[in-house]
């Protein structure tokens, strides 16, 4: 069974870059896809960013594209989740996400198998 753990969150400012690591285990994950979601406090979980685990390649939502990046690792155990120019409003829980198949749309959480348990990242002002 595929486990997946964050890391990297923590209190940044207004304008800094955050980097957050995903790190996939629990055997070698041939599945199609990981993803990053987050939630700010009170509102829904949103995608923002996958990759296809074939091919590395990677995919942005509208609320990050632009100044996101995301990669694997060569030995394919680690996504790395780069986000510049943070603003107050990219303050929230972080989760990565795994799916052993194509399901669909990337934003749907219900097409995601496994997750994390998330990090907190918060952007001051």
């Known amino acids: 069974q595929v486990q997946l753990v964050e890391s990297g969150g923590g209190l940044l400012k207004t304008g800094a870059s955050l980097r957050l690591s995903c790190a996939v285990s629990?055997?070698?994950?041939?599945?199609?896809?990981v993803a990053w979601f987050r939630q700010p406090l009170g509102k829904a979980r949103e995608w923002i960013s996958a990759i296809n685990w074939n091919n590395g390649a990677p995919y942005y939502g509208d609320s990050v594209k632009g100044r996101c990046t995301l990669a694997r690792d060569s030995a394919k155990t680690t996504v790395i989740l780069q986000l510049n120019s943070l603003k107050p409003e990219d303050t929230a829980i972080y989760y990565c996400?795994?799916?052993?198949?194509?399901?669909?749309?990337?934003?749907?959480?219900?097409?995601?198998?496994?997750w994390g348990p998330g990090t907190q990242v918060t952007v001051s002002s």
């Open positions: 996400a795994s799916s052993q198949y194509y399901k669909g749309a990337f934003d749907l959480t219900a097409h995601w198998d496994s």
């Open positions: 629990g055997g070698t994950f041939s599945g199609y896809a």
